[in-house]
């Protein structure tokens, strides 16, 4: 996928007097990650397809703060926040999409505290909304009858109630939609939460993304489906540490939908 | 003379409605401990709250054979419960079974009691094998004191309720002897099975076995009553303030530190002064403590749940760290917190006012290990079936972990320096946010 995509930026916008539509927050695993990076791709192939207007703030944005806040360093948190809350301001954002559930959950809830009120989604309730307006068309393409099952990511899920929309997405791709015997509100955490990606974990007998795979291999399928780059990453390492690489692709469901089109 | 089972029967119900008093009391003190935190805004939503969770028991059944089965032992303690009523009425006056007069209703409600009775039997039996025989882990993981607690509640139940319908046996044998006092009524679809026990014994030992039990029912539910404060099951009163004041926000929002804003806010003002004096009505002490490292760190909300929570383990259960073998389990930081909470609670009932005896809930009962584990993913504040926060404490001692102590792990700082170099977890210049799009 190297090919370059264009990508407009507020300043650019701003530039020449325009505002766009949404603001796409790519968030850092989404601009530094080289897997992520393709997810931001796929969802920005759509944002095109779909002819919307949308904007990045590029070297602008920042961490949003998440993982450390959720490590305890409320100080470092707001620092961000509040700085990212300035340069969203300045520009008059009033709507934010983002395909990183960590952000929308910070974005969302814990930004309008210091000052930062947006209507924010995550890709998935942007693209059904899109779907819903008519503006995207989601085939089956190539993953016509596939068999796949959905990861919720416990910040999309159990954090902020979102099940339906990935899976409105997927149904729409005509695939065989599978569910591990955990899902929604009960589903498992891929164990990169709370800042857990960029730690050791503690010790213990398995780690927990083994543990997810599992559920998900027992549902014999041929794609795992995710909605976050970190739940992204356990999930593609656990296929690997179970050798199944090569049988089953871990996929964002941006990219279905962009693959599926051959976007 | 013929006064003193009544004066008797006054005074045990004051000694034990009274020590509870004073319990309750001790109880509300040691919550109020914690800081304050505002709960008094959306008074409908959280009433609701209230009503489907506590008193609908909604989360319960989430686990059907766990959950139907605590609705019986539920709905046999509040119904059977208007039976007391009549106990306390005819203990102090002198009567036997006041609420006669109202006829068919009471062969009703007796009737439905002895049901209630014998159901509760049956659940409280399963429940027995369930946490004493089968292999449920969050049960066996028990032990000392939390197991016999759990299992002395059970016995308790079999006591009162065997008591009850013992006492139903031998009225109905009195009613049917014609005994004085034993007016006919009421309806006994269980304890008619137990009555012919008693064929053949004269009404003096009837009389006897029938006051027997009723004073060892009345008593026993006082003791149980009392019970309670020093056990887990405080819950059948607490499930209820604890899901009305329970957090409103979608779960992935953690609260905001004032404190910490008031600063960020002064460093971000570029008209701010740095160093100007404080202000002078501003009282000197000792600057904000950030994140908890003792429970009365922690909001009054937070010690709530500790005394809340029941022990039942759903939250370890779900928890994905201690799934895999990790430390951590959300139900020991709540039994911790509330074991902390009462030490704390004993040293000011033995000095007067809190004394420093060494020790705090972070280390001396929670280890760090523990905290780090977490993922905070809400699988364990999505159990709760009484909208118990493991998690927010979690938050909070990290909170004092990273904020006061530097004491993050060493990959973590990494992680929280990089973010404030370059604004990105990782070491990735900031001005090269974009190059994706050109790749």
């Given at each position: 996928m190297s090919e370059a995509v264009k990508v407009p930026t507020m300043a650019e916008y701003m530039a020449e007097g325009?505002?766009?539509?949404?603001?796409?927050?790519?968030?850092?695993?989404?601009?530094?990650?080289?897997?992520?990076?393709?997810?931001?791709?796929?969802?920005?192939?759509?944002?095109?397809?779909?002819?919307?207007?949308?904007?990045?703030?590029?070297?602008?944005?920042?961490?949003?703060?998440?993982?450390?806040?959720?490590?305890?360093n409320e100080f470092l948190f707001q620092m961000q926040a509040v700085t990212n809350i300035e340069v969203m301001n300045a520009y008059e954002i009033k709507k934010v999409v983002t395909a990183c559930p960590h952000c929308f959950n910070t974005l969302k809830n814990e930004y309008p505290a210091l000052g930062g009120n947006y209507e924010v989604m995550h890709h998935t309730q942007f693209l059904k909304s899109l779907l819903d307006e008519g503006r995207l068309t989601v085939e089956g393409g190539k993953f016509k009858g596939k068999r796949i099952t959905f990861h919720d990511p416990c910040y999309l899920g159990r954090a902020n109630n979102v099940y339906e929309a990935p899976r409105d997405l997927l149904k729409k791709l005509e695939v065989e939609l599978t569910e591990m015997k955990r899902s929604r509100r009960n589903g498992l955490c891929c164990g990169a939460g709370g800042a857990q990606m960029f730690k050791e974990p503690e010790p213990g007998n398995k780690d927990v993304n083994i543990e997810r795979t599992e559920d998900a291999l027992e549902t014999k399928p041929d794609i795992i489906a995710a909605g976050c780059p970190f739940c992204n990453t356990m999930m593609t390492d656990g296929v690997k540490n179970k050798e199944k690489e090569d049988s089953i692709e871990v996929l964002d469901v941006a990219e279905l939908i962009a693959n599926a089109q051959d976007l | 003379m013929q006064y003193i089972p009544n004066i008797i029967f006054v005074i045990i119900l004051i000694a034990g409605i009274g020590y509870f008093a004073k319990n309750v009391r001790k109880l509300i003190r040691n919550?109020?401990?914690?800081?304050?935190?505002?709960?008094?805004?959306?008074?409908?939503?959280?009433?609701?709250?209230?009503?489907?969770?506590?008193?609908?028991?909604?989360?319960?059944?989430?686990?059907?054979?766990?959950?139907?089965?605590?609705?019986?032992?539920?709905?046999?303690?509040?119904?059977?419960?208007?039976?007391?009523?009549?106990?306390?009425?005819?203990?102090?006056?002198?009567?036997?079974?006041?609420?006669?007069?109202?006829?068919?209703?009471?062969?009703?409600?007796?009737?439905?009691?002895?049901?209630?009775?014998?159901?509760?039997?049956?659940?409280?039996?399963?429940?027995?094998?369930?946490?004493?025989?089968?292999?449920?882990?969050?049960?066996?993981?028990?032990?000392?004191?939390?197991?016999?607690d759990g299992n002395i509640i059970l016995y308790f139940e079999v006591v009162l309720m065997t008591l009850f319908l013992t006492m139903n046996a031998a009225d109905l044998q009195l009613q049917n002897l014609g005994a004085d006092h034993y007016v006919k009524a009421g309806a006994y679809p269980i304890s008619q099975f137990i009555s012919p026990l008693f064929d053949g014994i004269s009404e003096g030992s009837l009389i006897l076995l029938e006051r027997g039990a009723w004073w060892m029912h009345i008593i026993g539910i006082l003791i149980f009553l009392n019970y309670l404060y020093f056990s887990k099951?405080?819950?059948?009163?607490?499930?209820?303030?604890?899901?009305?004041?329970?957090?409103?926000?979608?779960?992935?929002?953690?609260?905001?530190?004032?404190?910490?804003?008031?600063?960020?806010?002064?460093?971000?003002?570029?008209?701010?002064?740095?160093?100007?004096?404080?202000?002078?009505?501003?009282?000197?002490?000792?600057?904000?403590?950030?994140?908890?490292?003792?429970?009365?760190?922690?909001?009054?909300?937070?010690?709530?749940?500790?005394?809340?929570?029941?022990?039942?383990?759903?939250?370890?259960?779900?928890?994905?760290?201690?799934?895999?073998?990790?430390?951590?389990?959300?139900?020991?930081?709540?039994?911790?917190?509330?074991?902390?909470?009462?030490?704390?609670?004993?040293?000011?009932?033995?000095?007067?006012?809190?004394?420093?005896?060494?020790?705090?809930?972070?280390?001396?009962?929670?280890?760090?290990?523990?905290?780090?584990?977490?993922?905070?993913?809400?699988?364990?504040?999505?159990?709760?079936?009484?909208?118990?926060?493991?998690?927010?404490?979690?938050?909070?001692?990290r909170r004092y972990l990273v904020m006061e102590q530097s004491a993050a792990p060493s990959d973590l700082n990494n992680m929280m320096s990089n973010i404030e170099n370059n604004g990105a977890p990782w070491p990735f210049n900031q001005m090269d946010r974009l190059n994706w799009s050109q790749e």
């Open positions: 325009k505002m766009p539509e949404v603001l796409f927050w790519v968030g850092c695993a989404g601009s530094f990650d080289d897997r992520a990076k393709k997810i931001t791709k796929a969802f920005v192939k759509l944002l095109h397809s779909s002819k919307v207007d949308f904007a990045v703030l590029g070297t602008e944005e920042s961490c949003t703060g998440d993982p450390a806040k959720r490590s305890g | 919550i109020k401990l914690g800081k304050d935190v505002d709960r008094t805004d959306n008074k409908k939503e959280r009433f609701n709250n209230m009503a489907r969770i506590a008193l609908g028991q909604s989360k319960m059944v989430r686990r059907p054979i766990a959950g139907i089965l605590h609705i019986i032992v539920y709905l046999g303690f509040i119904i059977i419960n208007i039976e007391v009523l009549e106990i306390i009425i005819d203990g102090i006056f002198g009567t036997h079974r006041i609420f006669a007069f109202l006829g068919g209703l009471y062969d009703f409600l007796i009737g439905s009691f002895e049901v209630l009775a014998l159901l509760v039997l049956v659940s409280v039996f399963i429940f027995w094998i369930r946490r004493n025989v089968i292999n449920i882990r969050r049960f066996k993981t028990l032990k000392g004191w939390p197991k016999n099951h405080l819950h059948i009163l607490l499930a209820f303030p604890n899901t009305y004041y329970g957090d409103l926000n979608p779960k992935g929002q953690m609260d905001n530190l004032e404190a910490v804003t008031n600063e960020v806010m002064l460093m971000m003002d570029p008209n701010a002064d740095p160093f100007a004096a404080p202000a002078g009505d501003e009282p000197e002490g000792e600057p904000e403590k950030f994140g908890a490292s003792d429970v009365t760190d922690l909001n009054w909300v937070q010690l709530l749940n500790s005394y809340t929570c029941t022990e039942c383990g759903r939250c370890t259960s779900e928890c994905p760290a201690n799934q895999t073998g990790k430390k951590l389990s959300p139900r020991k930081i709540m039994m911790d917190t509330r074991d902390r909470l009462q030490e704390v609670g004993d040293n000011i009932d033995k000095n007067g006012s809190f004394v420093d005896d060494g020790k705090q809930l972070l280390n001396d009962y929670i280890t760090t290990e523990e905290l780090w584990a977490c993922t905070s993913c809400n699988a364990c504040v999505e159990a709760c079936p009484v909208s118990i926060s493991p998690l927010s404490i979690i938050l909070d001692m």
